[in-house]
């Protein structure tokens, strides 16, 4: 999995700097299927640190001497997202 300080913001869009549909129009074919690879990398990329972080928590699975450290995590995981996402912002 990329990390996401490491996510390219042209996996998001065209030539135009307008966000891509992810599915490269409506015509199966070997665009499509790079687009859709592309956006489930970074979507991955981008979703699983807080899903990680969200299960772990849920599941009570830790200690009372980790928990404000997990607790943290969350926020750390919120701020790469923006930054991975800044560039898509700053071109529309």
């Given at each position: 999995?990329?990390?996401p300080s490491s996510i390219d913001p042209a996996a998001f869009c065209t030539t135009s700097?307008?966000?891509r549909r992810c599915?490269?129009?409506t015509r199966p074919g070997p665009a499509q299927l790079k687009a859709l690879a592309?956006?489930?990398s970074v979507r991955d990329a981008l979703a699983l640190p807080m899903l990680d972080v969200t299960?772990?928590?849920?599941s009570?699975?830790?200690q009372v001497t980790e928990?404000?450290?997990l607790v943290m995590r969350p926020t750390s995981v919120m701020t790469d997202d923006l930054r991975a996402l800044a560039p898509i912002c700053e071109a529309a």
């Open positions: 999995m990329t990390a700097s307008r966000p599915a490269c129009g592309e956006y489930e299960e772990r928590l849920a009570y699975d830790w928990v404000s450290r």
